[in-house]
């Protein structure tokens, strides 16, 4: 919704201000300077597919390697 909002300012201005705000539901700084940059590649997939979709696959799949492969590489040691 921000996204399509923002994309009459240019798209950089869009992926940049919505994957700000991305960023910034996430509250802690760490968090949140990661959330940013998946933020703006979600945002640069939705405008680029014109769906969001992929963007909820990249989604999913970030978030499951994050939660998954820890675990994996502690067991591999």
Known sequence: ???SGLEKNG????IV???FF???THLLL??????ALVGAVLAYIALATRS???GMLYHLCHNGLNFTLPGWLAQQS
């Not at 798209?11 to 869009?14: M, P, Q």
């Open 22 to 24: 991305f960023g910034v």
């Open 11 to 14: 798209r950089v201005t869009a």
């Open 17 to 19: 201000v919505s994957s």
């Open 30 to 35: 760490q968090q949140s300077m990661m959330a």
């Open 52 to 54: 969001i979709w992929p």
């Open 1 to 3: 919704f921000i996204l």
